[in-house]
């Protein structure tokens, strides 16, 4: 376990996960114990609406195809779905569209950190590219949440819709799960016959001792 103190800002754990994985189900948990959670993935998805500077970068760079048009006939939003299957599919423009969203992203958590009260312990910030954004420097400790291959795949095909062959393709553009679990201080495991309840208290337990 590698204890990072950070200096000048409220205590920040990490949280990520490959898809599947189940990383916002213990985000939720630990929301159960007054813990505040900033979901990275969730902030990204509505900044192309937010964000007139990044929508028009997308549009520019991948093409009108990709904006949701409104009644006035402006590109008011990105479908992200169509984004997402360019974007995978290319590793260069994956760069170009992280480089491109993460610094709004952090700029929103920093803004969102500022808010929490002083008497909080401490937050979680949640994001499926911890480690590739490089966010992971600014926390404390990381959690990486944990499934069986088999579980991810039926969770995304149910969840979303998708074939296997899609799970598979998105989980192998994915950081690989040994290193996620080698770069992370806690590991949670979520499948079926887990108890992620018991993991995230013990857990919950072993931070607070060191703040």
Not at 38 to 60: Q, T
Not at 70 to 77: H, L, P, W, Y
Not at 181 to 200: G, M, T, Y
Request: hydrophobic content about 40%.
């Amino acid at each position: 376990m590698s204890f990072k103190k950070m200096h000048n800002q409220i205590f920040t754990v990490g949280l990520t996960g490959g898809i599947g994985a189940g990383k916002s189900t213990v985000g939720r948990v630990f929301e159960t114990l007054g813990i505040p959670r900033f979901d990275a993935d969730k902030y990204a998805h509505k900044i192309y609406s937010k964000e007139d500077e990044v929508r028009e970068a997308v549009v520019e760079r991948f093409g009108i195809e990709v904006a949701i048009i409104d009644e006035e006939g402006n590109a008011s939003d990105i479908d992200r779905l169509k984004l997402s299957a360019i974007v995978f599919e290319n590793e260069k423009d994956l760069e170009f569209l992280n480089e491109l969203v993460h610094p709004v992203v952090r700029k929103g958590f920093e803004t969102w950190v500022n808010r929490i009260p002083s008497n909080i312990p401490y937050v979680i910030r949640e994001a499926a590219i911890l480690f590739e954004s490089g966010s992971e420097k600014g926390c404390s400790f990381v959690i990486n949440v944990s499934a069986d291959e088999v579980h991810r795949i039926d969770r995304v095909m149910q969840r979303d819709n998708w074939s296997k062959k899609q799970v598979v393709e998105r989980m192998n553009k994915q950081l690989k799960e040994h290193i996620r679990i080698e770069k992370s201080d806690f590991v949670i495991f979520n499948n079926p016959e887990d108890q992620i309840l018991n993991q995230v208290h013990q857990i919950h337990s072993k931070i607070l001792s060191h703040r």
